[in-house]
């Protein structure tokens, strides 16, 4: 039996309002005069994710044919193909994300390029387990991008964007642990001040806390992420009319990233990953690392530093290397990157 055509749903007025109805970014095979309109204009497509720092860790990793290295966050893929491509269809890469939803999309962009499992292995599971990745062999190469992919932020089901409605969930694998409003729900207020503080350095952490806990106390839900921006609103309506939607915005982004630093275990996961880092190296094997915000970038320079006293690197990153000018023009989500590497002794 023939299949009914159906019709593809058409948004109202000239530009699309909802994720769904940008069916030409979320297809930027079909649509690439478009998207790269787009990425001209300084944004980031829909459901796409512009890798930052590409040029700097190609030129640190110094990869060769034969080699073979890790990913330790796939993502889009952005990162791994520019690897792939620089094995010249010799060596083997290895690859994890703990996102099951994106490693799929990626999976199946990397194979439609001709990059299959002769050449990628591809895991869902945290980095973390680094050790469990390839336990045979030693990588001589190793990139982790600490960032969270803006396919994530751009889906408002995801829950990690408070420009548009969504439950609040910021679960890098969404089938796994409990949600941000769950773990909102479980705090009190010095736990909640204290999360703030230590995962963002929001300076209004306290106004913060006291309007969510006054929200709870009075029987109401913070379960959505339009309820969570509200409430970082209402903490902030004693500052100047000029001053608030800027702050808001500024306190919003760290509220929701100190939110998913703690239901992802994200410090926690770094540690491991650092501490088990030396052990997966070949003598003479490269790591580079990207952070995005100050706390992963203490944690990884102190790791560094302290690995190297050991013996353990023969060198690391005196200085972060940082995306260029033309970068933060053309990627606005690239101006927080630090990059940091080290070289096994």
């Known amino acids: 039996m023939e299949q009914e055509y159906k019709r593809r749903v058409r948004y109202k007025g000239t530009h699309p309002h909802t994720f769904n109805e940008k069916y030409k970014e979320l297809n930027p095979e079909q649509y690439q005069a478009e998207i790269e309109k787009i990425i001209k204009n300084g944004k980031t497509p829909a459901g796409m994710h512009i890798s930052i720092c590409v040029k700097e860790i190609i030129e640190f990793l110094q990869i060769k044919p034969n080699m073979i290295g890790l990913d330790a966050t796939l993502g889009y893929g952005g990162h791994t193909q520019k690897m792939l491509e620089c094995l010249e269809g010799k060596g083997h890469i290895y690859a994890t994300d703990v996102d099951p939803i994106e490693s799929e999309k990626t999976k199946a962009r990397l194979e439609s390029l001709g990059y299959n499992s002769d050449i990628i292995t ?181 790791w560094f530093k302290q690995c190297c006293n050991d013996g353990l690197y023969s060198e690391v990153a005196r200085d972060v290397i940082r995306p260029s000018y033309e970068e933060n023009n053309q990627n606005p989500r690239a101006h927080s990157t630090k990059m940091r590497w080290a070289i096994r002794a």
Request: aromatic fraction near 8%; proline fraction near 4%.
């Open 122 to 302: 591809i895991k869902n599971m945290n980095f973390a387990n680094i050790d469990e990745v390839n336990p045979d062999e030693k990588f001589d190469f190793v990139l982790a991008d600490l960032g969270v992919s803006s396919m994530q932020i751009d889906n408002p089901n995801r829950g990690f964007t408070f420009k548009k409605d969504g439950p609040l969930d910021l679960r890098l694998d969404p089938t796994k642990g409990i949600t941000a409003a769950e773990r909102l729900a479980q705090l009190n207020y010095m736990e909640l001040v204290a999360m703030l503080t230590d995962n963002a350095d929001e300076p209004y952490a306290e106004q913060i806390a006291k309007v969510v806990m006054r929200t709870f106390k009075k029987g109401g839900v913070i379960d959505t992420t339009r309820k969570l921006y509200s409430a970082v609103e209402e903490a902030l309506s004693f500052l100047p009319k000029k001053l608030l939607k800027e702050s808001v915005k500024k306190s919003c982004q760290r509220t929701f990233q100190a939110l998913r630093i703690d239901i992802n275990c994200e410090l926690e996961v770094l540690i491991q990953f650092l501490e088990k880092l030396p052990n997966v190296l070949k003598s003479g094997g490269r790591v580079a690392v990207l952070t995005f915000h100050s706390g992963e970038d203490r944690l990884v320079k102190r």
